[in-house]
Every structure is written in structure tokens, then in C-alpha cells.
């Protein structure tokens, strides 16, 4: 088959099948600036869902067990993945020598004053600074970003332009969302809350990480300029 006859069967199978969220939806162009988020979960939610790695559909982790819902709207940025780029970043930051990535998507999270009632969607986002976190050890980092034109928060530039309260609410349910009475459950640590410059590198870095870790994903489809 030719390139050309790829390029025809790929577009018409986009057309036909819904795309992967981790694999199939682009970064996008502008990225790390602005950048594609599927959204995994909203704050009304007293489920927590996550991508199913394999089919790509939204399943059910685990239910909420206590009061602690997610205060923004949480997902992954497509086409990353937090390896060994992104686990040197953390580990040079807090200065922790020999941490690994966790393997999974990067973790988003999007403020918008916007009620959006369901997940399994995509916007786009404006990554603003992250959450330096690890999870059982491993880098987990969560970058903090703000919807596109909104209203709000839209204008936000930075991380030190959001409310300490919301700070203080969104590492808390980070560091309490995994526990319950009686569980074993991996300990979870914020070393450090982080800028948009250092929110841009570690994007640059998973979409990297990404690259390497599918190659053959990464020359059928090509994708933005992190």
C-alpha cells in the first residue's frame, strides 16, 4: 500500500471509528501552550472514571467512598505519557534521585466557571502550572490549566493567579482521594507546586516520552510541536 493509499484508508477509519482518547486524539498544534484535554472527570462526580488504556472507553475505577469530590474537571492530555523524561524532571525538582514515571497519561486538570454536566469530552486548555506529585513513588504530575476563553479564569496566566483556596482544596483531594478506612493504599506526596514555564517543560517532556514509548503511533499520525 502507498502513503497516499495509508493517508485515504487512516482518514476514512477516523471517519468511521471513534478515535482513542489517549492515542487517537492529537495534542494539539500549539502544544505545550495550548493543548487537546479529555476530560475523565467533573466535580459532580461521586465515581472516579479513568480511560480504559486498552478500548479507549471510559470506565468505572472505583466509587467515592467519602465527600471528596474532584473541585475542577480532571483528565489526561493525549498522546503522552509520563516516563523517563518526566520522572527526571520530577526527581531533578525534588531533588529525589531515581524515580520512575508511573506509565500513564499526563494528568490535567481544567478550571473553568463553565457547569459542564458529564465527561467523556474534549476541550481545550491553557496550561497555567502543575502539582509536582508522587503516587506509591512514582512521578504523577498534575498540570493545573484553565479552559480556553473562559470567562473566569480564562485570563489566568499563571498559578499564582488561582484562589489559595482552590490550591488548598484541589491538593487535598489528591492526597485523600485513594483513602479510606482500613485500605492499603500507595502514599501520595505534593513535593511541590510549580509555574507555567516548568508546566510547559514537563508537557514538551511527556509528549517526548510518548514518542518514545509508541513509535509506531507517533509515525502514523505526527502531532502538534511539544
Excluded at 2 to 21: E, K, W
Excluded at 47 to 75: A, H, M
Excluded at 94 to 114: F, Q, S
Excluded at 169 to 197: C, D, M, W
Aim: net charge negative; proline share 6%; with cysteine.
Amino acid at each position: 500500500m502507498s502513503g497516499n493509499q495509508a493517508d485515504s484508508v487512516l482518514r476514512l477509519m477516523s471517519l468511521m471509528f471513534r478515535a482513542h482518547p489517549w492515542h487517537g486524539v492529537p495534542i494539539g498544534d500549539q502544544a505545550p501552550e495550548v493543548v487537546t484535554a479529555y476530560i475523565e472527570i467533573v466535580p459532580t462526580d461521586t465515581v472516579k472514571y479513568e480511560v480504559d488504556k486498552v478500548s479507549g472507553f471510559l470506565k468505572v475505577d472505583r466509587p467515592q467512598r467519602f465527600s471528596n469530590y474532584c473541585p475542577v474537571y480532571y483528565g489526561l492530555v493525549p498522546q503522552t505519557h509520563c516516563g523517563d523524561g518526566v520522572a527526571a524532571l520530577f526527581s531533578a525538582r525534588a531533588k529525589r534521585p531515581g524515580v520512575v514515571g508511573d506509565g500513564d497519561p499526563l494528568d490535567i486538570c481544567v478550571l473553568t466557571e463553565k457547569t459542564i454536566p458529564h465527561s467523556d469530552i474534549l476541550l481545550t486548555a491553557l496550561p497555567i502550572g502543575g502539582l509536582s506529585m508522587a503516587d506509591g513513588g512514582e512521578a504523577d504530575d498534575k498540570i493545573i490549566a484553565v479552559m480556553k476563553d473562559d470567562a473566569t479564569y480564562g485570563g489566568y496566566t499563571d498559578i499564582s493567579q488561582v484562589p489559595l483556596a482552590l490550591l488548598d482544596r484541589l491538593q487535598h483531594y489528591f492526597l485523600t482521594y485513594k483513602s479510606a478506612p482500613g485500605s492499603i493504599h500507595h502514599k501520595v506526596e505534593i513535593t511541590s507546586i510549580y509555574g507555567r514555564e516548568e508546566a510547559l517543560k514537563v508537557i514538551r517532556t511527556s509528549h517526548q516520552d510518548y514518542k518514545a514509548k509508541f513509535p509506531e503511533l507517533e509515525m502514523r499520525w505526527g502531532s502538534g510541536k511539544a
